[in-house]
């Protein structure tokens, strides 16, 4: 009689912005012979390293990192490439006798992968994602993120403004079918065995790890990081060019704003990220295992994951 494989064990490292996600994988996968595999909609992308908050090469050094640098900011990837890639990473290592950490802070990535999000097969339609465009331009991102809020709230709680190219995808979706995109989302959870550890911090404190942690971007050249991506013809439309502090510092170059405004508005729009990313990863979730950052002992966390590696 066959007996089935085993589901392929994986552990996730999700939570906030700045909360100390990359430094602690980083740790846990030197303990347990772990590769990491990214969940970051921003460090998918090529020539964008400083803004985006990637491992650094030491870390990169200590601990493998899969999906970050797959694509360049002029080229997309869908949710539904994504999915594949991350449990192709999950397949490899696991049958390298690798653990996979599944590490990011992009809720999309995460729930997507790990519940088998089936995307709704919706074509393109050009004429009606460019109307929407202008109507961005129009009204403000704000303005089409509340339209969207309208007809799907669901949909928008989880989809940050500044993401015009997702909420317009599902304003298109809803145009195209009648339907609520958050309604269409059918699931078929991939064989999998999961533990999700979520890492917090104080508000506060966590503002401050912001704050400290923009000002080291611009410390380290993220300007010029900026004007390296234009100069290599990447513009600023792009939906890879939107990400926080990239557009900010765009504005600044282009003389909208001052060096010193553009750094307050990354600073603010970060907050109000992570509390968009809270509505991915709530407290109250039972499915994750939530931790304060500023109190984790390694070694006891690793000693938690490997009772269950073991169960």
């Given at each position: 009689?066959?007996?089935?494989?085993?589901?392929v064990k994986v552990v996730t490292i999700v939570g906030p912005t700045a909360v100390g996600k990359t430094g602690l994988s980083v740790e846990l996968c030197e303990a347990l012979g772990?590769?990491?595999?990214?969940?970051?909609?921003?460090?998918?992308?090529?020539?964008?390293?400083?803004?985006?908050?990637?491992?650094?090469?030491?870390?990169?050094?200590?601990?493998?990192?899969?999906?970050?640098?797959?694509?360049?900011?002029?080229?997309?990837?869908?949710?539904?490439?994504?999915?594949?890639?991350?449990?192709?990473?999950?397949?490899?290592?696991?049958?390298?006798?690798?653990?996979?950490?599944?590490?990011?802070?992009?809720?999309l990535y995460v729930k997507a992968t790990l519940e088998g999000w089936t995307v709704p097969q919706v074509p393109p339609n050009p004429d009606f994602r460019a109307e929407m465009e202008s109507r961005a331009e129009?009204?403000?991102?704000?303005?089409?993120?509340?339209?969207?809020?309208?007809?799907?709230?669901?949909?928008?709680?989880?989809?940050?403004?500044?993401?015009?190219?997702?909420?317009?995808?599902?304003?298109?979706?809803?145009?195209?079918?009648?339907?609520?995109?958050?309604?269409?989302?059918?699931?078929?959870?991939?064989?999998?065995?999961?533990?999700?550890?979520?890492?917090?911090?104080?508000?506060?404190?966590?503002?401050?790890?912001?704050?400290?942690?923009?000002?080291?971007?611009?410390?380290?050249?993220?300007?010029?990081?900026?004007?390296?991506?234009?100069?290599?013809?990447?513009?600023?439309?792009?939906?890879?060019?939107?990400?926080?502090?990239?557009?900010?510092?765009?504005?600044?170059?282009?003389?909208?704003?001052?060096?010193?405004?553009?750094?307050?508005?990354?600073?603010?729009?970060?907050?109000?990220?992570?509390?968009?990313?809270?509505?991915?990863?709530?407290?109250?979730?039972?499915?994750?295992?939530?931790?304060?950052?500023?109190?984790?002992?390694?070694?006891?966390?690793?000693?938690?994951?490997?009772?269950?590696?073991?169960?």
């Open positions: 009689m066959k007996t089935e494989p085993a589901n772990g590769e990491i595999v990214s969940a970051d909609s921003r460090q998918i992308y090529r020539h964008m390293d400083i803004g985006t908050a990637k491992a650094t090469a030491t870390e990169q050094a200590r601990a493998r990192h899969h999906l970050i640098d797959i694509v360049d900011p002029d080229q997309e990837l869908t949710l539904a490439h994504y999915q594949k890639l991350a449990l192709d990473c999950f397949d490899e290592t696991s049958a390298q006798g690798k653990l996979p950490f599944l590490v990011g802070g992009t809720g129009e009204i403000g991102v704000d303005g089409l993120h509340q339209e969207l809020a309208k007809v799907d709230p669901e949909a928008a709680a989880h989809i940050d403004a500044r993401n015009v190219r997702r909420v317009i995808r599902a304003l298109e979706v809803y145009q195209h079918t009648g339907q609520k995109m958050s309604e269409q989302q059918q699931k078929c959870p991939p064989p999998l065995d999961v533990l999700q550890i979520g890492l917090t911090r104080g508000r506060q404190t966590l503002y401050e790890r912001i704050d400290l942690r923009i000002d080291r971007m611009i410390e380290i050249g993220l300007e010029a990081e900026v004007r390296g991506l234009l100069d290599r013809g990447y513009t600023p439309d792009l939906p890879a060019m939107s990400g926080l502090g990239y557009r900010q510092m765009i504005d600044a170059i282009q003389g909208k704003t001052t060096l010193d405004e553009a750094i307050a508005l990354t600073k603010r729009h970060t907050r109000r990220f992570v509390r968009q990313q809270y509505n991915w990863f709530r407290l109250s979730d039972p499915a994750i295992h939530w931790y304060d950052a500023s109190t984790i002992e390694t070694q006891k966390l690793a000693d938690e994951i490997q009772t269950f590696l073991n169960a």
